[in-house]
């Protein structure tokens, strides 16, 4: 059938790309690791990479988290909460499985609405309470974010630094905060129709892979 059909491609092709960025001698770290050599100058290997996830959807479970182990790679899954436990999305229990197998959690909103149009109440909706939503789900702190479409703008960053975050990841549309680059990471987003040597063509500048 169709979805069927749809399931294996999409995991063939992450199982081959992540294989190609393995072969090419690319060590997959933790998003905790990335980020604590960004703020802290913790080293890393000249060919660190950061595998992430965003949204929350079922196959990142079913389908990503066993080729993650098999290859020995951790990966960032950035977790929007309002889908959490509802039909083909992530439930509670697989975050916290996702978190014991050695992967990070971190946020990605509520509800996956750009951060460039909230309004005065929707800070504490949109970055703090999904951030403490999970943090009880894995039993610890919970510091990383994602920008939902990579979108952010100047008015959002001190929103995202008082909601607890220490790093913040964009897109490659915008260069990075000059006064706070942590909070504008750049990630490439990758895209299911990329063969190997344009995958690793799009990240041989160092961006994260997305």
Same mark, same amino acid.
């Given at each position: 059938? /169709? *979805?069927? !059909?749809?399931?294996?491609?999409?995991?063939?092709?992450?199982?081959?790309?992540?294989?190609? @960025?393995?072969?090419?001698?690319?060590?997959?770290?933790?998003?905790?690791? #990335?980020?604590?050599?960004?703020?802290? !100058?913790?080293?890393?290997? =000249?060919?660190?990479? +950061?595998?992430? #996830? =965003?949204?929350?959807?079922? &196959?990142?479970?079913?389908?990503?988290?066993?080729?993650?182990?098999?290859?020995?790679?951790?990966?960032?899954? #950035?977790?929007?909460?309002?889908?959490?436990?509802?039909?083909?999305?992530?439930? /509670?229990? =697989?975050? /916290?499985?996702?978190?014991?197998?050695?992967?990070?959690?971190?946020?990605?909103?509520?509800?996956?609405?750009?951060?460039?149009?909230? !309004?005065?109440?929707?800070?504490?909706?949109?970055?703090?309470?999904?951030?403490?939503?999970?943090?009880?789900? @894995? &039993?610890?702190?919970?510091?990383? #974010?994602?920008?939902?479409? !990579?979108?952010?703008?100047?008015?959002? +960053?001190?929103? @995202?630094?008082?909601?607890?975050?220490?790093?913040?990841?964009?897109?490659?549309?915008?260069?990075?905060?000059?006064?706070?680059?942590?909070?504008?990471? /750049?990630?490439?987003?990758?895209? *299911?129709?990329?063969?190997?040597?344009?995958?690793?063509?799009?990240?041989?500048?160092?961006?994260?892979?997305?």
């Amino acid at each position: 059938s /169709r *979805p069927h !059909g749809s399931t294996l491609h999409v995991r063939d092709v992450l199982q081959r790309q992540l294989e190609g @960025v393995l072969a090419a001698g690319m060590q997959p770290v933790t998003g905790e690791a #990335f980020v604590d050599h960004l703020q802290l !100058g913790t080293p890393l290997a =000249d060919n660190a990479v +950061l595998v992430s #996830f =965003d949204d929350a959807s079922g &196959g990142q479970y079913t389908n990503a988290l066993p080729i993650l182990q098999r290859l020995g790679i951790p990966a960032t899954f #950035f977790v929007m909460t309002v889908v959490l436990d509802r039909p083909n999305w992530l439930s /509670r229990d =697989d975050v /916290r499985a996702l978190d014991a197998a050695g992967m990070t959690i971190a946020s990605h909103t509520w509800d996956h609405h750009p951060v460039t149009r909230y !309004g005065e109440k929707d800070w504490a909706t949109q970055l703090v309470k999904p951030r403490e939503q999970l943090e009880q789900i @894995v &039993g610890h702190g919970v510091d990383l #974010f994602a920008y939902p479409y !990579g979108l952010w703008n100047q008015a959002a +960053l001190p929103h @995202v630094q008082a909601a607890g975050y220490r790093a913040a990841f964009q897109l490659t549309e915008q260069p990075q905060d000059a006064r706070l680059p942590l909070l504008t990471v /750049r990630r490439v987003l990758t895209l *299911p129709t990329w063969e190997v040597p344009t995958l690793l063509a799009r990240i041989s500048g160092n961006h994260p892979v997305g």
